[in-house]
């Protein structure tokens, strides 16, 4: 299981550098035709923003897994193993709770995106505000797995360390 796991992170870290790349062939097409030519592709400006937004939305999963958003660490750092575990547990709590309403009202809109339709493309606005779908889940349930893994006392100092941001201090201890 951890080996799929690990191998649907690496595929959409692979998705992460195929949007970015898009996005700079696209723009820089664009920069190129434009004061080349004098002409564009209307086409590339769309289809650039949307794979802008989906590249912040999968690399929002991506640096919510590796514990890299920010956080207030100077707080939980004072604090001992049990401490810091109940933050642990109260912060993922937390986290469930917006990503289900995240979530949920990603829901609410998908039938009025789906009928909406982008200006060029003529994409259904759903293929652009749907990622809110899969960023809601994927935060949702990695906030539950760390729960469960804390509940249950299956957590390691290496994550816990991670949480409050001192893995690369344990890296030079050990």
Known sequence: ???????????????????????????????????????????????????FVWLTFVGAVLTFREHSHMGIESLVQRFGRRGRLICMALSNIIIMGSSAIFFWGAVMQFDIN??????????????????????????FLISALRLIQVLIGRISDEEIARFVGEDGQIAEVV
């Open 1 to 51: 299981m951890q080996r799929v796991t690990e191998l649907f992170y690496k595929f959409l870290g692979l998705i992460m550098v195929l949007l970015l790349a898009a996005m700079v062939v696209m723009v820089f097409g664009n920069v190129l035709l434009r004061y080349g030519f004098n002409s564009g592709i209307v086409v590339s400006e769309e289809l650039s923003r949307y794979c």
């Open 114 to 139: 789906a009928t909406m339709f982008a200006p060029v493309t003529g994409l259904s606005l759903a293929w652009v505000y749907g990622i809110g779908l899969f960023t809601g889940a994927a935060c």
